[in-house]
DNA sequence: CATATATTTCAGTTTGTTCAGAAATTAATG
DNA sequence: CATTAATTTCTGAACAAACTGAAATATATG
């Protein structure tokens, strides 16, 4: 019940610029419409705008929200795989930062969300298109599921080729896009 | 308060196969993590194997879910345009289908996902990076926004030369899609 | 090993979403 | 234009998720 307790409570916020706030609100709001919540796009945000890695204090100082929220909430992202974990001589606690490289981050993300996402419906698929008779009993039925199934194996197998590329070519693939695009519907109306 | 009225309401259950009643179910469990609520997402997959269109009756009874959400819920299903009304001559009821092609739905729904989950970022973080003066007094949150910024024209970019594709061209393009990415990987560490 | 510091877990509260049923609205029919 | 049928909107209850503050646990340091 000392006055040293009040101090601690703001020990270490960090100045923002109007800038890297709306970043982080933006980011923030978006993270609804993408399945993430508010607090941890928040912070994914603002670690992306920090040049140096934070601490958790840190971080509950900057945003305002509970201790126990940042700790949760890093512990989501770090099951992304998007943010790590630093240490420093003579410092006990944990630093977070997370990865510079965009493309990297997206093709993390992409990979985990194609697992949650897509993988459970087209293993569902491939075994109900599979079942016995339903070709000759409900042929209609079979045919939109397995329609359905091709599809997605088609995108994933087109996926797990772009995710393979380097960032500088991808951007070569948009660049060159069109005409790649003419080339096989050419080539497709020609059949 | 006549008899009558107790008759009326399973006037039109549908009856499903286990295969079919699978697929709704899991179609709906899939929806959360899509960010589609159950019963949208149920009507949806129950329209997909629905040889014919079905009113709103038959889908309340078929589903057991209330009149109500099955009208809230169609009404969203619309607003993505993948479900249309048909009408049936001396029928004065809606009867509701969704479309076949399973290319031109998944076009559709990206389609409105980009324009709600992407676009208003790409629109904030240009007026962000363009923002007087950042680029001196604050180099590294330019930077990240910057690259960030880059990275979602450059996808915007390639996915609308994607988008137009036919079905068959997209599957080409998954096929022959080893060969172009190396052939694209090694255009640029030429570089 | 006692103390200080850092982190996680937990219970309760707040906030938001889903859903069924009632009420209101719209459209058709004699 | 009154009646019936069809559809949409409104409302409150049940449920689920996010968030906080406090307590419990873990970790370092003299």
Chains 1, 2 share one sequence.
Do not use: C
Request: glycine share 4%; net charge positive; no cysteine.
């Amino acid at each position: 019940m000392t006055e040293t307790t009040d101090a601690k409570v703001l020990s270490h916020p960090l100045t923002l610029t109007p800038t890297q706030k709306r970043f982080i609100l933006h980011w923030g709001e978006m993270g609804s419409k993408w399945g993430v919540n508010r607090t941890v796009a928040q912070i994914h945000a603002l670690l992306m705008v920090s040049k140096d890695p934070l601490n958790a204090e840190q971080i509950t100082d900057t945003l305002a929200v509970a201790r126990s929220n940042v700790s949760t909430s890093i512990r989501e992202l770090q099951g992304w795989g998007i943010v790590e974990v630093i240490h420093r001589l003579g410092d006990r606690r944990d630093y977070f930062h997370t990865m510079q490289d965009v493309w990297q981050m997206f093709r993390i993300v992409a990979a985990k969300r194609k697992q949650r996402e897509i993988d459970p419906t087209a293993d569902l698929l491939r075994e109900l298109v599979e079942t016995p008779d339903l070709k000759e009993t409900d042929p209609y039925t079979h045919q939109r599921l397995n329609n359905l199934l091709t599809f997605i194996q088609t995108m994933t197998r087109w996926y797990q080729q772009v995710e393979r590329l380097s960032p500088k070519a991808i951007s070569n693939m948009a660049k060159l896009g069109a005409k790649l695009g003419s080339m096989f519907e050419r080539r497709t109306t020609k059949r």
